[in-house]
């Protein structure tokens, strides 16, 4: 059954499979438990609402027996890091540069949850990022690869650039063993992070991490982490991309998930620009939109304040009126980066009208008084 799971698997084009128990992550629970404790959750309360019931697959479902991991890797040959050199342009996370991946890979899912119940029976429930699962924790005890030291999955032979996805069933099937870890002395991901976000080997800070400032973190970015952004405009690829394993998988490798053409190297003027429904329709099926809006002009924004390129100052200064206090805030922080003399001049009009205290510490902040 399990060499027929993994061929309708790959005929769906999964590149990997592996079975787990429901029990097979025991240490998972405990590094949740620690990571909230510490406070490293930072926005995301979704992650310490029941915990314990991503720490043990069977609290989630009781009646589950086998968990089921698929990856499918998303990576391609080109550098996903040169967009960093292109300061007036934004850099979009490889993932996140084409349909939302959410939407991709759970109909697969479910087809080969059919299959699989009209091969064998019983039950099933599938999963893609959506609930209280530790998806990586489960993929190790799967064999597909291992948690590297920036703490995503790294696989031998597919490199970083993993999508994953769970298949729960309440069939038994025989588990694979767990893959071991395989970075030696490497410390590759923990150097290049711009805002050191790893404490330590293995373990990561999400409120310095960039990929979680850019989507999940609700407010204004801590002013002393906007310049360490660079153009980093929705999410960061750079610990994923400098994982050496990632070599073996994509020497020759075409990306699986098109890219939009839109999303590769947008400009930052253009994005400035973006009003609610302009935005809806550039991100239209992509995971961008969930950020929405603000928070995403938001990035772009402190995006525009890295970018030294004073032709961007007019884009900066006409969102010091945008309805939204928090694109108000990011656009008082850029102009003053690109041009502090406009900035002066446009707080004569704008400052003494401010109600919004977040805003009015920007101002402060930016003029110093």
């Known amino acids: 059954m399990k060499e027929a799971l993994a061929q309708e698997a790959r005929r769906h ?37 029941g915990p314990e019931r991503r720490g043990d697959p069977r609290v989630l479902w009781p009646q589950v027996r086998t968990v089921i991991m698929l990856g499918l890797n998303y990576g391609g040959a080109e550098d996903p890091l040169a967009i960093l050199r292109q300061r007036s342009r934004g850099a979009i996370s490889v993932y996140a540069r084409g349909d939302d991946y959410h939407e991709i890979i759970k109909p697969r899912l ?29 993929a190790h005890a799967a064999g597909l690869g291992w948690q590297g030291k920036h703490t995503n999955l ?13 298949i729960f069933t309440t069939l038994e099937l025989p588990p694979d063993a767990a893959e071991t870890d395989h970075c030696g002395s490497c410390r590759a991901c923990l150097d290049i992070c711009p805002t050191a976000a790893f404490p330590a080997p293995y373990r990561l800070d999400a409120r310095r991490c960039i990929s979680y400032l850019t989507i999940e973190h609700k407010g204004p970015i801590p002013p002393e982490l906007r310049p360490l952004m660079g153009n980093r405009i929705f999410g960061c690829d750079d610990c994923l991309a400098v994982c050496p394993w990632n070599k073996y998988a994509q020497a020759g490798r075409e990306a699986k998930l098109a890219a939009r053409e839109a999303l590769t190297a947008p400009r930052l003027a253009d994005l400035a620009g973006l009003d609610e429904a302009a935005f809806r329709a550039l991100f239209a099926k992509s995971p961008v939109r969930r950020a929405g809006r603000d928070r995403f002009v938001r990035n ?14 007019g884009a900066a200064e ?11 805030g990011a656009a008082i922080w850029a102009l003053g980066r690109l041009d502090r003399n406009r900035l002066q001049a446009a707080a004569t009009a704008r400052r003494a009208a401010e109600d919004d205290p977040s805003v009015a510490a920007e101002w402060a902040a930016a003029l110093g008084s």
Do not use: Y
Not at 110 to 138: C, H, N, S, Y
């Open 300 to 313: 772009v924004l402190v995006a525009i304040g890295n970018s030294a390129d004073p032709g961007l100052a």
């Open 154 to 166: 790294v696989s031998r032979g597919l490199g970083s650039w993993l999508f994953l996805g769970a």
């Open 110 to 138: 479910k087809r080969i949850a059919r299959w699989l119940l009209q091969q064998a029976g019983g039950d099933v429930k599938v999963f893609v990022d959506t609930a209280a699962v530790m998806e990586k924790p489960l």
């Open 13 to 49: 084009g999964f590149d990997a499979i592996g079975v787990a128990r429901p029990d097979g992550a025991p240490l998972a629970m405990e590094r949740l438990a620690r990571f909230l404790a510490e406070g490293q959750h930072g926005d995301m309360a979704w992650m310490a609402a």
């Open 318 to 328: 006409r969102l010091l009126s945008d309805p939204a206090a928090l694109v108000r």
